[in-house]
């Protein structure tokens, strides 16, 4: 074999793999979802909801001074009670008589816990949002007050947007939680107790099944 041969032989060895295209890399795996369980997630109660929530008094207050619309707290009330109330029993006539009421107390359940969790989530935003006007108002918090003051345009500074905007979130947090309060005395009507918020177990039963699985293989030496 000539010097050409040995060269040519030693550049293509008998064990490269054949080529078959650049290569593609590999693709990036999703992240797990993480969902949440029940018992996982807060715990918020009607009373939880009433304390985020503005009052009765102070809406009155915003409502005189900001010259807005009312809210018809008890209108709203009524209307949520009696709507759920009647679809419950609408419900009730069109699942099997042995289960019906067990169906129904579940299903209002979780109604109910979405009309409760959704005022509290208004509220709570009230409070942070009415936190910043009340610091955009405090001459002593606010370092940029000069250029918090009203335009030679007339046009409204930062401040009045501030607590305009947390005037219309009370009332906004008012309204819902006079329809959680609907909802809460609905429930009481159809299943004949006071609405409580579902507290699950701290560890899922599929892992407390499959510990006792694990135990009971090792004690029989498996």
């Known amino acids: 074999m000539n010097q050409a041969s040995e060269n040519i032989a030693s550049a293509t060895p008998a064990d490269k793999a054949p080529r078959t295209g650049k290569s593609k890399p590999a693709a990036k795996q999703a992240p797990a979802r993480q969902v949440a369980t029940q018992a996982e997630r807060t715990v918020v109660t009607f009373a939880t909801a009433v304390r985020e929530c503005p009052d009765a008094t102070l809406i009155s207050n915003i409502v005189r001074v900001f010259g807005m619309d009312g809210i018809e707290y008890h209108a709203i009330r009524e209307a949520t009670e009696e709507h759920l109330a009647r679809s419950a029993a609408i419900l009730t006539d069109n699942l099997p008589a042995d289960r019906s009421e067990r169906a129904i107390e579940m299903h209002l359940q979780r109604i109910v816990d979405a009309y409760v969790r959704s005022a509290h989530g208004a509220g709570t935003f009230y409070q942070a949002r009415a936190q910043i006007a009340r610091d955009l108002n405090s001459r002593l918090m606010n370092d940029d007050r000069d250029k918090d003051r009203m335009g030679v345009d007339g046009t409204a500074n930062r401040a009045d947007r ?61």
């Open 162 to 222: 501030a607590r305009e905007f947390a005037a219309q979130l009370a009332l906004q947090a008012y309204a819902l939680l006079a329809a959680a309060e609907g909802a809460v005395d609905a429930y009481a009507q159809v299943v004949g107790s006071d609405w409580k918020p579902y507290v699950g177990n701290s560890r899922p039963a599929k892992e407390v099944s499959r510990q006792a699985a694990v135990a009971q293989m090792a004690a029989l030496g498996m």
